[in-house]
């Protein structure tokens, strides 16, 4: 029942400054507010409250079940894989796929190609290369290349011809859209599959074609460590990968 603003969270909103952690006041009067007003920022670490007792009977659970304001998804899925150290590179690949370095302080892009913003664990801060869609472009394709009532089969039936395939797709090319990406232009790119021609010499397989998006992903991710890299001067001192994409053998 209390109102709370979580401090990563906040300064994705615009409503906290980057550096400071205190009110975007500048941010304000850019939009033509004189002034932002927002409670004491709060850390996903510690609880911000308590379940009120008429939610608590509503959800069957007890009334003091602790509630966390968890910020924002990728910071929380970093720290969930334990990236919190200065230096250390996170990337969630899920339905779509972000690359973040953890820093002791704001790194910021001259060029704006790349995100900064807070790390859920306090005094961090991260830097991102956004690469966009990816388990929701691969999704897409299986139920292309391998349709069937239960998507989750048509993934698995799939993953199993990936295995058999050779390394380079037998010269396929495939780009669904996860790439190094420009966050002061991001916009639509041109997309699909190439692959050698005449089909009567070798005709794509499934798993040809899907090995290929895969190592399209891998290169996208390459990519974007590298962004950062170049940003940063230094390399990455750990690498962790999560996501729903990771449960692909």
């Not at 939610?55 to 919190?84: C, H, I, R």
């Not at 998507?151 to 050779?166: K, S, Y």
């Not at 990519?223 to 990771?246: K, Y």
Request: charge should be negative.
């Amino acid at each position: 029942g209390e109102l709370a603003v979580n401090h990563a969270a906040g300064v994705e909103a615009g409503l906290i400054e980057l550096q400071t952690g205190g009110p975007a006041c500048e941010i304000a009067k850019a939009v033509g507010l004189d002034e932002v007003s927002i409670p004491s920022p709060i850390t996903s670490l510690n609880p911000a409250g308590s379940l009120r007792s008429d939610v608590a009977e509503a959800l069957g659970l007890d009334s003091d079940t602790p509630v966390f304001n968890a910020g924002p998804d990728t910071q929380a899925g970093l720290y969930g894989m334990g990236v919190t150290a200065p230096g250390s590179t996170g990337i969630v690949a899920g339905w779509s796929c972000a690359v973040q370095r953890v820093t002791e302080f704001p790194v910021l892009d001259p060029e704006r190609g790349l995100w900064t913003g807070r790390h859920v664990e306090p005094g961090r801060w991260i830097l991102e290369a956004n690469l966009g869609i990816m388990g929701g472009a691969y999704l897409w394709l299986c139920g292309l290349i391998s349709p069937g009532p239960d998507p989750g089969e048509a993934i698995t039936r799939l993953n199993r011809d990936v295995m058999d395939a050779p390394a380079g797709g037998s010269g396929l090319t495939v780009h669904l859209g996860p790439a190094s990406t420009n966050m002061s232009s991001a916009g639509l790119r041109a997309g699909g599959l190439v692959f050698p021609v005449p089909l009567a010499l070798h005709a794509p397989a499934s798993g040809e074609i899907a090995r290929a998006a895969l190592e399209g992903f891998g290169f996208a991710i390459k990519s974007g460590i590298e962004q950062i890299d170049n940003l940063s001067g230094t390399p990455s001192t750990s690498l962790a990968l999560g996501g729903g994409m990771t449960r692909s053998s």
